[in-house]
């Protein structure tokens, strides 16, 4: 770890895994046996985005690619194609509210991975806490990475998501 010159997340875990692989010890993809809850592409609820939403989706993700590789965040809370918070150090749930307090209803949420980001010991997760907050603020779109964001209880994420008309989308890129 000395010798390592960064010193975020990203490059913390990465020094453990190049360390325990220089011992002989293979680290295997963290989702090797998830593949039923990692988010696969598409619409996953039965309300899809209207044409704003959409619009709003695809700008949300390139911004969240961006703020992620500049090792910021990976969650954006997005309306009228403005971003409206950034996730930082508080967590996917936090950004969503501090956005929906800004936006007020009718807000997308993107959540990416960061480009650089080690996907062996290190995927974005939603969960259920997501989409209630979602909802409480007023969201109306939550938006994952395809094949890199974990649906924490998934079938339950879904259900409650459907049942407050929020759209899921997962999408590989903007």
């Not at 950034?86 to 996917?92: C, D, I, Q, R, S």
């Not at 650089?116 to 939603?126: E, G, T, W, Y």
């Amino acid at each position: 770890m000395a010798r390592m010159k960064r010193k975020d997340d990203d490059a913390l875990l990465r020094g453990v895994a190049d360390e325990l692989e220089s011992e002989g010890i293979k680290i295997v993809d963290s989702t090797l046996c998830l593949s039923r809850i990692v988010a696969s592409e598409g619409v996953l609820t039965k309300r899809s985005p209207r044409t704003a939403e959409w619009e709003d989706v695809r700008f949300g993700f390139r911004v969240a690619k961006e703020v992620g590789r500049l090792g910021i965040g990976q969650t954006i809370v997005v309306k009228k194609q403005m971003v409206v918070a950034v996730e930082a150090l508080e967590g996917t749930d936090a950004a969503i509210e501090r956005g929906g307090r800004l936006a007020r209803a009718g807000f997308v949420a993107v959540k990416v991975s960061k480009p650089q980001q080690d996907l062996r010991f290190d995927i974005p997760a939603v969960g259920v806490e997501t989409i209630r907050r979602l909802h409480e603020m007023g969201g109306t779109v939550l938006a994952v990475e395809a094949g890199r964001t974990i649906l924490l209880e998934k079938d339950r994420l879904l259900k409650e998501a459907e049942d407050f008309g929020i759209s899921v989308v997962a999408l590989s890129e903007a």
